[in-house]
């Protein structure tokens, strides 16, 4: 009987502690909550028959999950990433709004200036604004969060941006290209990226009509189990029409330009890049 309920405690302070260590690592993945901070207003000018300025913020924030330095640091970079860098000191709500009140201000100026001046069609008062961002992947320690921003403002076509921001969720911080690359102004580096670029049917014929024949890693990025993906927006790489383009590397692609200690202190395990990738390159959106 003694036996038995030893084995029996054995067995539960094992299943306990494999608990304890699916737990701890899921600390990073499940536990970090979000909550959606939502603004949305429409202005309009003196003369409202020439049309509206519509703006909506709809934006995730960390509320628990993290230590509370790294939920503020996370927050402020939000904050910075996809509304406005220089309200990072404000709650969000409050950065929303004073973000929301400098586009308005700068709509309702450009209203009255070209109502005064006679020279108007239907469309051109009718301006938009719009941020969708929440978290898209965790891979090891690092948080990828990504925001989708468009605005018109009465021209041909609109203006959109596919943001990407990576954080370790250790501290709260975002990773730049410096945390992963080596030196992320290789020629070498460069020179991949440009050969893989030129290959992709979505890209410039010529490259050089972008100011520069060769293409630089981009500070829109993805870290991924598989590997690095770099975003290019419209027009640097490639037309309006061929939207944001994204050039993929695995991380075997990539050996000599990694820094040394990025998978042991990012805690990435690198998939095999013979076996099929995930959709690493799908975008969320709201």
């Avoid at 990504?146 to 969720?169: C, E, K, P, Q, R």
């Avoid at 020629?187 to 290959?199: G, Q, R």
């Amino acid at each position: 009987m003694k036996k038995t309920i030893i084995l029996l405690a054995v067995s539960i302070t094992a299943i306990l502690a494999t608990g304890c260590r699916n737990s701890n690592k899921g600390f990073l993945i499940d536990s970090v909550k979000w909550e959606t901070v939502t603004y949305e207003d429409n202005v309009m000018p003196s003369d409202t028959s020439y049309g509206t300025m519509s703006i909506r913020f709809d934006v995730d924030f960390p509320v628990s999950g993290l230590s509370k330095n790294s939920m503020a640091l996370l927050t402020s970079e939000i904050i910075a990433f996809c509304i406005d860098e220089t309200l990072t000191d404000m709650e969000p709500d409050r950065a929303m709004n004073v973000a929301a009140d400098s586009l308005k201000k700068d709509y309702l100026e450009t209203a009255e200036d070209m109502i005064a001046s006679g020279v108007l069609h239907e469309n051109m008062l009718r301006w938009s604004y719009e941020v969708n961002a929440s978290q898209l992947r965790v891979t090891g320690n690092i948080l990828t969060y990504f925001a989708y921003i468009s605005s018109y403002s009465g021209g041909a076509h609109g203006i959109y941006s596919d943001l990407y921001l990576n954080v370790d969720l250790k501290t709260g911080q975002a990773l730049s290209l410096s945390n992963i690359f080596v030196d992320p102004s290789s020629e070498k580096l460069s020179s991949i990226i440009t050969a893989k670029a030129v290959k992709d049917e979505r890209t410039f014929d010529d490259l050089s009509i972008t100011g520069n024949a060769k293409v630089a890693p981009s500070s829109q990025f993805e870290i991924t189990n598989d590997g690095v993906i770099f975003y290019y927006e419209p027009y640097q790489i490639g037309s309006y029409a061929a939207g944001v383009i994204d050039i993929k590397f695995n991380y075997d692609e990539l050996k000599g330009f990694i820094n040394p200690d990025f998978f042991e202190k990012y805690n990435i395990i690198a998939a095999d890049p013979n076996s099929t990738p995930d959709a690493v390159s799908s975008s969320f959106v709201k």
